[in-house]
């Protein structure tokens, strides 16, 4: 196993999440910063001033683990663009995990509760939310559409502040705080494993689309023309 | 050739392209993974769709690239990105995909303007092509695309003059709606032109905007004429008013295709050509995915011979969008000092203006 240090970046949500972890999953150091619609400008500059005060080469890391949201498209979008870069110019694997499973387990880890008993709430839109459970897939919510919630349930807000209960948006903060060591944790023992992923096929998460848009089959209605043929 | 090798990127709508360009003029590989059957089903782009296609493709792109010309990274120059205008969930996937690339290769990035890259496609030669005159300056470019309908005049490289373009739609959406009201796929600009090679009868008069005293141009005239012209004609054979409730026969398509194609190309072509004798200008370069259409390739250079001044079209895959154009008119910023440092963003409305290096 390599023991280079792991570079975890996610933009999924309104605060971005950089940081830099040991192969064996530890936290090195975290940055996280109000991205806003910023991260385009903002991302790479910051992962290149993470690793010079660390002191640490691109060349030396040894993995790029990548938060997939669901979450805001232009974080997403600039997020995965860079990861994508970073492991193809490195050469090194990369890892996408889903944003709200990592920010779901943040959540157990900083409360102490269950996380079978811990329902996620982000925004989509300026009026829609999507709901995640661990084990499910994403689900949206349409407009002011009840959550569907179980006596012992407990809420996660993020991104919601001022349209959640305050404990549940206190949550969906401590959440967001612990969700680079959440994704570095599991990201660091799939790469040990040996387990990467595709650098080509990684592609966002995607609960919200406009409707009759099918979320199926990225692969079909792509035509590539121009060159040799070899391996696509 | 010595000059520097670049790789370029684009993609600012729905096409992932990633080239090597020589010196700016000379294509070592030009992959292009083009989403027009992605988008057919919903008879236009779907802007999430397109972002994630781009997401999905720009690794095989690159590798292909790369793999097409014999390359490694090691052997580039610099890293040429479409950063305007455009979509920009498309746009920034490319931004920041070469940002990135360049950065971890230690390459310099150099911002390019996608108006000016179907400009420059007009240098562009292709693997194995026999060398062959630049462009002379002063020229008129005209650049027609889905997008965009603009001219404008250069004294030299990097030196555009706006003279006037489209005051709504243009040219490529035009024929995209006639395209579906005439009962053919998408995109409409190839299948009206099929259709009107086969017309047999060229007397269907379609109306003209010619916006006197300017460059300007408009389609959305048209484009309410067409329907009404197609509407008639479908009550004429019968057929109820709803295009998708049966097909006009094909010679009334064909008819139809060629009057309305004949009216865009008509505009565009005196524009163009008085536009180049009001500069005096030497040279015209087309560009732009509605240049691939071969009524206006042989209607506008036909004129333009007749006056002495030098045509240039590129063949019709260097029209389109492509990261070729990108790597031409990259070479160019890059002989400037023109660079962009970490920060580069996507610039959706990006104007075409003269580059200021910072
Ligand atoms: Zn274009």
């Known amino acids: ?232 | 050739m010595s000059g520097p090798l670049l790789l370029a990127i684009e993609s600012s709508c729905d096409e992932t392209s990633i080239a090597i360009v020589e010196d700016g003029r000379r294509i070592h590989a030009n992959i292009v993974a083009s989403q027009i059957a992605l988008h057919g089903p919903t008879g236009g782009i779907v802007p999430e769709v397109a972002a994630r296609a781009h997401l999905r493709w720009i690794v095989p792109v690159l590798d292909e690239a790369l793999a097409t010309a014999g390359v490694t990274m090691a052997d580039v120059d610099g890293v040429a990105v479409t950063y305007g205008p455009g979509l920009a969930g498309s746009l920034l996937v490319g931004v920041n995909f070469a940002k990135t690339i360049a950065w971890v290769h230690g390459k310099p990035l150099i911002p390019v303007n996608h108006l000016e890259g179907h400009v420059y496609a007009g240098w562009l030669l292709d693997p194995g092509e026999a060398e062959r005159e630049e462009p002379p300056f002063p020229l008129i470019a005209l650049v027609v695309s889905g997008g965009h309908t603009f001219l404008v005049e250069m004294r030299d490289h990097l030196d555009y003059r706006y003279l006037g373009g489209t005051i709504d739609d243009a040219a490529g959406e035009a024929f995209d709606k006639v395209g579906r009201l005439l009962g053919l796929g998408y995109p409409g600009g190839p299948e009206i032109s099929r259709a009107a090679d086969r017309a047999t009868a060229h007397n269907r008069v379609f109306p003209r905007a010619w916006m006197p005293g300017t460059y300007d141009l408009s389609f959305s005239g048209l484009k309410t004429a067409a329907r009404r012209i197609i509407a008639q004609a479908r009550a004429d054979a019968g057929l109820p008013a709803d295009e998708r409730e049966g097909d006009l026969p094909e010679a009334a398509v064909a008819e139809l295709a060629w009057g309305f194609q004949d009216s865009v190309t008509d505009v565009l072509t005196r524009k163009t050509i008085h536009a180049a004798e009001a500069v005096g200008a030497r040279g015209i370069v087309l560009g732009g995915g509605v240049a691939a259409n071969g009524a206006l390739r042989r209607r506008i250079s036909g004129e333009a011979e007749a006056r002495g001044i030098a045509m240039v079209i590129p063949r019709p895959g260097l029209c389109t969008d492509n990261g070729a154009m990108i790597g031409a008119a990259g070479a160019r910023r890059m002989a400037a000092g023109l660079r962009a440092g970490l920060d580069l963003d996507a610039r959706p409305s990006l104007p075409l203006a003269r580059p200021v290096a910072k």
């Open chain 1, 1 to 232: 196993m390599s023991a280079r240090p792991l570079l975890v970046i996610d933009t999924a949500t309104t605060h971005a999440v950089i940081a830099l972890g040991a192969a064996d999953g530890s936290l090195l150091e975290q940055r996280r910063w109000e991205a806003g619609y910023r991260h385009g400008e903002e991302l790479l500059a910051r992962v290149a001033g993470l690793l010079a005060d660390r002191g640490v080469a691109a060349q030396e890391l040894g993995g790029i683990i990548v938060g997939t949201g669901p979450g805001a498209f232009t974080g997403l979008r600039v997020g995965i663009a860079t990861a994508k870069g970073l492991a193809h110019g490195l050469q090194v694997p990369i890892v996408g995990l889903a944003t709200g499973a990592a920010l779901i387990r943040a959540a157990a880890a900083a409360s102490g509760t269950g996380a079978e008993h811990l329902v996620l709430v982000q925004p989509a839109g300026p009026s829609d939310r999507v709901v995640s459970r661990v084990g499910q897939p994403a689900r949206i919510l349409i407009g002011g559409a009840e959550l569907p919630l179980a006596d012992d349930d407990c809420l996660i807000a993020v991104d919601l502040a001022g349209r959640a209960p305050d404990d549940a948006t206190r949550l969906g903060e401590a959440a967001a705080d612990g969700l680079a060591a959440a994704l570095l944790a599991t990201g660091a023992a799939r790469l040990a494993a040996g387990d990467a992923d595709d650098l080509a096929r990684l592609v966002p998460e995607y609960v919200t689309l406009p409707r009759g848009v099918r979320l199926d089959a990225p692969d079909e209605g792509v035509v590539v023309s121009g060159g040799k043929g070899s391996g696509l």
